[in-house]
């Protein structure tokens, strides 16, 4: 089973730099993705959404779920599975980023980008906002595809448990704000 879904996963990614890489898109996707180094992208959107008193319950919702996406992904998932990168496995395969961690399995940057993404898509009000968000978490996560650092099931697992601390975040914010609320009616 596992040597299927690395075989799948190996074919998937020498099929996306054989087909799609081009001399236009290469240096777009390896600009973008290593925004996403460190989650700084995201981190640095996050903060900016809490200056502001319209967007602050999604600055908050963002940062919650990325702290745990971290907490998960990258400190607990990835140095326990030690999965290595591709180029590590896949013979004359090149990776267009340079990325130090030799550890794949799930990806941090989808993990943040989708806790980011579905946090505000939680929790913003407008619909071009919300649609923003996922379309930038999915770019994020095809990005580490086309630079070759991470399987499609890397992506696919950091995007699914960064979709749940998305969720856990909106979900803290919303408890908190519950209780905010008691508290005040009580006073």
């Known amino acids: 089973m596992i040597e299927a879904v690395q075989g799948w996963d190996e074919s998937v990614l020498v099929w996306i730099a054989e087909h799609l ?3 236009v898109l290469t240096p777009v996707l390896s600009f973008f993705t290593q ?9 640095a959107l996050a903060a900016i959404l809490l200056l502001f008193k319209a ?4 600055g908050a919702a ?3 779920g990325m702290l745990g996406g971290l907490l998960v992904t ?3 998932i990835k140095p326990l599975v030690s999965r290595p990168r591709p180029w590590l ?15 794949s399995f799930p990806s941090g940057h989808s993990c943040c980008a989708f806790a980011f993404g579905v946090a505000l898509f939680l929790v913003l009000p407008q619909r071009w906002a919300r649609a923003a968000a996922l379309i930038l978490a999915a770019a994020m996560a095809l990005s580490r595809l086309y630079v ?3 399987f499609p099931t890397d992506v696919i697992a950091g995007a ?11 979900w803290v914010v919303r408890r908190a704000e519950r209780w905010y609320q008691e508290r005040k009616k009580s006073e």
């Open 160 to 170: 699914l448990i960064g979709t749940l601390c998305g969720m856990f975040g909106a």
């Open 55 to 58: 967007t602050r319950r999604a």
């Open 148 to 150: 070759g650092v991470h």
């Open 62 to 64: 963002a940062a919650v």
């Open 21 to 23: 890489r081009n001399p």
């Open 35 to 43: 925004l996403g180094n460190h989650g700084l992208l995201f981190i």
């Open 74 to 76: 990258n400190l607990t």
């Open 89 to 103: 496995t896949i013979p004359n395969f090149t990776a267009l980023v340079v990325e130090r961690d030799p550890n």
